[in-house]
Structure formats: structure tokens, C-alpha cells
């Protein structure tokens, strides 16, 4: 049988080579068209909180204030 194969393949080698450029045509024509985004996002969640506090210095605003609502926020779906 792989004997047949090859005998037929060296014979027949115009087709053969046909088949071959018609595959990679088609492997080229298909991987242009793959969705494939070149490069996925991959930056982590981020949360924005700009917050006023009367009396503290920004240092103290953040620590006291922005970063405890930062990180419970941080975790809840569909937040804008």
C-alpha cells in the first residue's frame, strides 16, 4: 500500500505538487481570516476613586479614605 503510494506520488508528481501549493493557499487564505487579536489585554482590573476629605492631607485621604473603597470595590461585575 505505501509502496503504491509513493509510485503513484513520483508518476504523478505535477499533481501532487498541485495539491501541495492548493493546500498552502488555502492555509494562508484561512489564516487571514482567523479573529485573532494580536495582542490580548492583559492588564489587570483597575479602579479609579477620586474622593475629597476636608482636614486630611492627600496621603491621609488615601490611606484612610480611597484605598478601603478601592478594595471593595475592586471585585464587583459590570462597574463603570
Known sequence: MFEKLIRFSIEQR???LLA???MGA???FNYQKLP???VPDITNVQVQINTQAAGYSPLET???VTYPI???MAGLPNLE
Do not use: S
Open 70 to 72: 478601592e478594595t471593595v
Open 26 to 28: 488555502l492555509g494562508v
Open 36 to 38: 485573532i487579536d494580536a
Open 20 to 22: 501541495a501549493l492548493a
Open 14 to 16: 505535477w499533481l501532487v
Open 62 to 64: 488615601e490611606q484612610r
